[in-house]
């Protein structure tokens, strides 16, 4: 079987002693909740860190609580199944639940939690594989070489943003606590990532997620849609999360977030601009659709032909408006 | 999910009853130890070290790095494995290590015996290896080219053609000239793999002069034989147990490198040695589905009768020839097994490539042409405006005849399994609408083949029953790989018996323990080691019989055999007394398939069988007129057992070959870039989840085989041929378009629709078929009827 390497496991008492021990060792640790990305990513010597920092016994990271301007405070270590099948969440955010819900399957769910998912690791069919194999076609940028293999003229990795969670977050107009060694800070989930596979997130190595806050819903109703090869297990080829404010049939505000075509998710939003004060009407939503759609850049890097989850971004979001809307 | 109902109507006690599988209750609680869970004391571990180049000479190895690591105790290379072998005697193209040269991403170069996994690890990326590279062969057009540098292997030939094989039955062109209608279709079926949830494992001992190799094997007959030759022992001094299976599907019917590796480790060290497969390697392991590439061409007559067909594949083999051979001819071999085709000239080829080997999967080179034809089929039913399965129905195979290429078709239940699905789908009377469709295809497939792999007159199966402390052990060579090989000998035994199959206890896959059966392949052990295990079981049964009855002082006729006893008195007390009378009480059976059930003509041996299962299949799904997605909604299926000798595990068989097929159908593909394999990892090669799999109905029909075992006949593999077809035949009946090539994905659905749209053909699949340098057609007498026995 394929085994994991030598590493040292810690864990911490409290996420203050967690922070100081990402202090101490910097990009050599790694922190770990349900394992369900790290584990078989340094089996496959993906990611080698040389200590794992335990987090999902710490309570004070296990809590749903109501936050005081009326939404949600979700702690990082709370599993996806427990927010897919919390009852508040799924009436508060219904994108955000199902997004949980759609993620892999339900034992990887009841142990993957919510800032696992939010730091979910780029993906790529060149970079996703055994150190062996990745030897046998070289190595790429990502890890341990110095091309992007899918796009070789790319200065940067073209791996996939594959969080489910984050553009239904990213939606809702979510914030991330973050805590470091310079002490806590509070960021909009959207600005979390940046257009890098390699690099994909813009917190440093010693910073903890430790919640996530879900603002008060108001009138925004919201959906996720999820493209993927089977039922279940597969990470998105294409994700997209819609939130809309209804005036009777008419749309008042609408976000739009993609996500799975390119390195970070992206919010797409400004497209949706022409549905503002109108009824959704197929035409203008294929229009909507087609222009949000526009900044997707699928590769040839996941399953199915880019061609394909290119033109199925336009459907998703479609969908994920449609379903927003309460529209059939 | 399927109707679990209606056991086979008969007067049999425990044939053709849902009973539990006599190795379930050991699975269950978690006693059952695989090859894997195989944990004997000292023992050593071993790792392979795999080429990274997808073709290359080896300039050097150098394991002393290896050999100089703490932990490291042997390390082996080609020139501790001298002698080729290969499961097929044309076919001995495999060291286990290769010295000279390696020829696919993943073909292993040495191996190290190790106190731990990790060291052996270690010590595999310790080793320096020198490689020059060779131009990587990707595909068969590419294989059909002169090799710019060297042909991957050093035999066969020319360039990088493995095998070709080209005969005629019938007059062809006649045929065709007589014809009112003739199409011609190009097919491409990717290639896929068994994946099954075992990854292979062995372990080996060399204690005393004696070999012992426990592996995850189907067919401990033919790798005790490989191991004898390699290491150039006397058979006496092998043994070979095949251990509780996770499945083979095929995939582990080849003597394989890690069980050369363990053997030979085992006999530098002293000491046990294992490997376990991580399930990357076991994806460059392979052996599976084949690639091919196929052209055919149909005349029918006015009223759709088959005039005339020509049948051309192409197939790539992958790096080695495994089956090969085998898996070329049956490309060709099973099309009239299911249609009268009057006049049939057949020409394949298989060619080496860079990639890992291909082999048998569950099917054996048939799904693929199964696929073709079936599709041929219906568009050539649209042309002529003729219902498909009226089409079909006018050229169905009749029972008891023999099939323009000689082989012997007994029992046919290919009717009633059509009328049952076409019947319970409502098939004929579906509602046409955009994005709903229905399929329907048919299919047989072999109950064993005629022939063994190599030349030997042994029988086929052997099966001994031994009586003594009035319990009843019966000892077969057959391999239980998960099918339910030790619950169908157990039943046929306790029925013979008057037990159940519980009582039975058996001992199978152990070339140490039990007598010959050649392997869990070519779905042969129902009918061969059932019929072994029903002669051995009759006789002992007559033998405690006449024992009663001397007793008895009455007539062996007036003496019943059930519920546990024989005549008046119980089982027990009956062995016992036979055994006080006569000592230990052994009886034997064996079977070979007859010598008429195939002609005598070169490349005769693929084909005959001693009866040929049946299938029907509908499918229903519906399939996004956009995206080109799937949903699956149902699938009926009827499948021509003979005679179940267990309906719980045919239904079981026949719900798993849906299972395979639909995802083969839709997903599965063993696909190449750059050299290697895209994707050896469970999570990115797709298959069929729980989510996927739709509602199965299952209906069993039974022909009662006149010479299988109570009339029983094979479901290992035929259930899965037809539901590969129909769901390419529903999609089309959805969308209008058609998609000539497995898988079935969304993104060629959107092709064939976009083709569609732009006001071309909406189709997706190959253009055309290359030229191939075919042999000569051997042109092949019809049968000699005198021969025959019908």
Redesign the interface.
């Known amino acids: 079987m394929l085994r994991l390497p030598r590493f040292s496991y810690l864990r911490p008492g409290s996420v203050t002693e967690a922070v100081e021990i990402l202090a101490e060792y910097g990009s050599r640790a790694r922190v770990v909740a349900g394992g369900t990305d790290l584990v078989p990513k340094m089996k496959r010597g993906q990611i080698e860190p040389e200590v794992v920092v335990g987090l999902s016994h710490l309570e004070e990271l296990r809590r749903i609580e109501k936050a005081n301007d009326g939404g949600f405070e979700i702690g990082a270590c709370v599993t996806l199944a427990e927010v897919a099948t919390n009852p508040a969440l799924q009436s508060a955010y219904p994108g955000y639940a199902k997004a949980a819900a759609l993620v892999s399957s339900p034992a990887l769910r009841n142990s993957g939690t919510i800032g696992g998912n939010l730091c979910v690791d780029t993906r790529c069919n060149y970079y996703d594989e055994s150190y062996e194999w990745r030897k046998a076609l070289g190595f790429c940028m990502k890890k341990d070489g110095d091309i992007c293999r899918v796009a070789p003229a790319s200065a940067t990795c073209r791996a996939i943003a594959s969080s489910d969670t984050a553009p239904a977050a990213i939606s809702m107009n979510a914030t991330a606590l973050l805590i470091g060694p310079d002490g806590q800070r509070e960021v909009p989930v959207a600005s979390l990532y940046q257009d890098n596979g390699k690099f994909y997130m813009t917190k440093s190595p010693e910073e903890i997620l430790v919640s996530l806050h879900m603002p008060a819903p108001g009138s925004w109703k919201s959906s996720y849609v999820k493209v993927r090869s089977r039922g279940s297990i597969d990470f998105p080829l294409v994700g997209a999360a819609a939130a809309v404010q209804m005036d009777g049939p008419k749309i008042e505000a609408c976000r739009v977030v993609i996500t799975a075509v390119g390195p970070q998710p992206l919010d797409v939003s400004e497209a949706a601009a022409a549905l503002i004060g109108r009824e959704i009407d197929a035409a203008v939503l294929e229009e909507v659709a087609a222009e949000a759609a526009k900044p997707a850049r699928p590769l040839d890097n996941a399953d199915l032909s880019y061609v394909w989850r290119k033109r199925m971004t336009r459907r998703a979001i479609e969908q994920a408006i449609r379903e927003a809307a309460d529209v059939a | 999910m399927t109707t679990i109902e209606g056991e086979s109507a008969t007067d049999l006690r425990v044939v053709g009853k849902s009973l539990p599988k006599v190795d379930a209750v050991g699975k269950l609680i978690g006693l059952t130890a695989y090859a894997d869970d195989i944990e004997l004391p000292n023992t050593l571990f071993c790792k392979l070290l795999?080429?990274?180049?997808p073709h290359a000479r080896i300039i050097s190895i150098d394991t002393s790095p290896a050999l100089a690591m703490e932990g490291v105790v042997a390390v082996i290379t080609q020139d501790d494995l001298p002698v080729k072998y290969g499961i097929m005697p044309t076919s001995e193209d495999e060291h286990g290590l290769e010295g000279e040269k390696v020829r696919f991403?993943g073909d292993p170069v040495a191996a190290v015996a190790a106190v731990d996994?990790?060291t052996a690890?270690a010590a595999c990326r310790a080793i320096k290896v020198e490689y020059q590279p060779l131009e990587a062969i990707e595909s068969i057009e590419h294989a059909l080219l002169p090799p710019s540098d060297e042909p991957i292997q050093d035999y066969a030939g020319p360039g990088n053609i493995h095998r070709a094989g080209a005969l005629e039955f019938g007059e062809v062109d006649e045929g065709f000239a007589k014809s009112n209608y003739i199409r011609e279709d190009v097919f491409f079926y990717e290639g896929n793999t068994h994946l099954p949830m075992e990854?292979h494992s062995a372990t080996a001992t060399y204690v005393g002069d004696q070999l012992t190799l426990w592996s995850s094997t189907q067919n401990p007959h033919y790798v005790h034989r490989a191991m004898a030759k390699v290491f150039e022992m006397p058979m006496s001094h092998v043994r070979v147990i095949a251990a509780p299976h996770g499945g083979g599907f095929g995939g582990k019917a080849d003597p394989f490198s890690h069980e050369v590796a363990v053997c030979k480790l085992a006999m530098i060290t002293g000491r046990p040695v294992k490997c376990?497969l991580?399930?990357?390697e076991v994806f460059y392991t392979h052996r599976g589905r084949h690639p091919v590439l196929m052209w055919v061409r149909t005349g029918v007559s006015e009223d759709g009768k088959i005039q005339a067909m020509h049948f051309r594949t192409a197939l790539d083999g992958g790096a080695y020839g495994s089956y090969g051979p085998a898996s070329m001819l049956y490309t060709g071999a099973l099309q009239p097994t299911t249609y009268n085709i009057p006049a049939y000239r057949f020409e394949g080829v298989r060619v080496f490539t860079n990639k890992a080997p291909c082999g048998p999967k569950r099917g054996h080179g048939t799904p693929q042409p199964r696929f073709a034809l079936e599709l041929h089929l219906d568009k050539i039913a649209e042309d002529i405006g003729l219902d498909p399965v009226e089409l079909r129905r006018r050229n169905f195979v009749k029972p008891y005849t023999r099939t323009i290429n000689h082989l012997r078709i007994t029992s046919c239940g290919l009717e009633e399994a059509t009328e049952q699905v076409i019947e319970a789908s409502g098939f004929l009377r579906r509602k046409k609408s955009l994005g709903h469709g229905m399929g329907f295809a048919i299919s047989s497939y072999m109950c064993g083949a005629g022939l063994p792999i190599y030349w030997n007159k042994l029988p086929h199966s052997e099966c001994i029953v031994q009586v003594n402390r009035g319990g009843v052990s019966l000892y077969c060579g057959a391999t239980d790989i998960g099918q339910g090989s030790d619950t169908v000998l157990a039943t046929v035994a306790a029925e013979e018996l008057g037990l159940w199959p519980s009582d039975i206890r058996i001992f199978s896959g152990d070339t140490g323990l039990a007598p010959v059966d050649l392997g869990s392949y070519s779905s042969r052990v129902t009918f061969m080691a059932g019929n072994a295990a029903l002669q051995a079981a009759h006789e002992m049964r007559e033998i405690l019989v006449n024992a009663v009855a001397e007793k008895m002082e009455c007539s062996p006729s007036e003496v019943t055999v059930g519920e546990g006893k024989i005549g008046e008195m119980t089982f027990e007390e009956a062995a016992n007394l036979a055994q006080e009378k006569l000592g230990v009480l052994s009886t034997r059976g064996s079977y070979a398939p007859p010598k008429n059930i195939g002609g005598r003509f070169k490349a005769s041996g693929v084909g005959p069988s001693p009866a040929y299962s049946y299938s029907a299949a509908v499918v229903d799904l519906d399939a996004d007129p956009?995206?080109?997605e799937i949903q699956l909604n149902k699938v009926w299926i009827a499948h021509d057992i003979g005679r179940p000798i267990n309906s719980l595990t045919v239904r079981g068989q026949v719900e798993g070959g849906v299972y395979m097929g639909l995802g083969e159908a839709l997903?599965e593909a063993q696909l190449y870039r750059?050299?290697?394999?895209?994707?050896?990892?469970m999570?990115?090669y797709?298959s069929?989840?729980?989510?996927?799999m739709p509602e199965v109905e299952t209906y069993l029909v039974e022909t009662i085989d006149l010479e299988g075992p109570y009339g029983a006949k094979e479901v290992g593999q035929g259930p899965l041929l037809p539901v590969i077809p129909a769901v390419a035949s529903a999609v089309h009946d959805a969308l209008g378009v058609w998609v000539d090539e497995v898988p079935i994905?969304?993104?060629k659905i959107?092709r064939a629709l976009d083709a569609r749209a732009k006001g071309r053909e909406g189709r997706y699949g190959p253009k055309s078929f290359p030229a191939i340098p075919y042999p000569t057609i051997v042109k092949v007498p019809p049968f000699d009827a005198s021969s025959s026995s019908f």
Do not use: A, I
Request: charged share 25%; glycine share 6%.
């Open positions: 795999r080429s990274h180049h991403v996994e990790e690890l990854q376990t991580t399930r990357e956009y995206s080109g997903m750059h050299g290697l394999h895209k994707v050896p990892s999570l990115d797709k069929l989840t729980f989510m996927d994905t969304p993104d959107m």
